[in-house]
Structures are given as C-alpha cells and as structure tokens.
C-alpha cells in the first residue's frame, strides 16, 4: 500500500545519504577535517533510532490501516519499518568497513581517521 511505499522510498534515500557519507570520506580531495564527522554520521546510522517515521507508522496503524505488500502477503507497517531500520544500519556498517578497508588502499595518507574508524565499528557489535 501506499503506507509501504512511503517507508520504502524514505530508507531509499536513507541508504542513498549513507553511501554519500562514505563517498565523502573516501574521496581523494576532501578536506580532512570533514572526514571525522562523515565517520560520527555514519556511527550515529547504526545505533540510532528514526523516531520521525516510526512515530509516522504508528500513527498509521493506530487508524486502523491494513496494509499489504507484494502479493497480498501480509505484513505490518512496524515489521516492515523494522526491516528497513536494519538494512540502513548494515548499509552503514558496510560504510564503515569500506572506509577502513580505503585507509590501507587508495588512502593511506589519512591515517589520522584510524580511530575514529575502529571507534565506530566497536560501538555498532
């Protein structure tokens, strides 16, 4: 329903500022200093909760609306939002890891980001 393609199109572009995050560190002619907050925005991605939409989706249930997805299996807006909550935070895991990966490939100028790196990683396990 329209519910769903609501949520999925928010976590779409949601993914889409993820994978700009890490293209943002990784990229050869970024400033330095912009590199650590890239990491801490990332960070926050993974162990954060977007109360915005959650609060949208409630509400939506609480109206009562039977929503389907995809031929009419059913599945509720929470469960769904649920799976869109952790596939935006794997996405930025991932970031995270490719981030780390480029500090000892095309980056290994920028070491300085190492523990804001592993500082990330270590609170998303």
Same mark, same amino acid.
């Given at each position: 329903?329209?519910?769903?393609?609501?949520?999925?199109?928010?976590?779409?572009?949601? =993914?889409?500022?993820?994978?700009? #995050?890490?293209?943002?560190?990784?990229?050869? %002619?970024?400033?330095?200093?912009? =590199?650590?907050?890239?990491?801490?925005? #990332?960070?926050?991605? %993974?162990?954060?909760?977007?109360?915005?939409? =959650?609060?949208?989706?409630?509400?939506? !249930?609480? !109206?009562?609306?039977?929503?389907?997805?995809?031929?009419?299996?059913?599945?509720?807006?929470?469960?769904?939002?649920?799976? !869109? !909550?952790?596939? #935006? =935070?794997?996405?930025?895991?991932?970031?995270?890891?490719?981030?780390?990966?480029?500090?000892?490939?095309?980056?290994?100028?920028?070491?300085?980001?190492?523990?804001?790196?592993?500082?990330?990683?270590? %609170?998303?396990?």
């Amino acid at each position: 329903g329209e519910s769903f393609d609501i949520i999925e199109n928010e976590f779409l572009l949601r =993914r889409y500022a993820v994978k700009m #995050l890490g293209m943002l560190f990784r990229s050869r %002619t970024g400033e330095g200093e912009k =590199r650590h907050h890239f990491i801490s925005l #990332l960070q926050s991605v %993974t162990t954060s909760t977007p109360y915005g939409i =959650r609060e949208w989706v409630h509400e939506k !249930e609480r !109206e009562d609306v039977n929503a389907r997805y995809l031929h009419d299996d059913s599945i509720s807006a929470s469960d769904f939002l649920r799976g !869109e !909550e952790m596939n #935006l =935070r794997f996405e930025a895991i991932r970031e995270i890891e490719i981030c780390l990966g480029a500090l000892f490939r095309e980056l290994p100028h920028i070491h300085e980001a190492l523990p804001d790196i592993l500082k990330a990683i270590s %609170t998303t396990a």
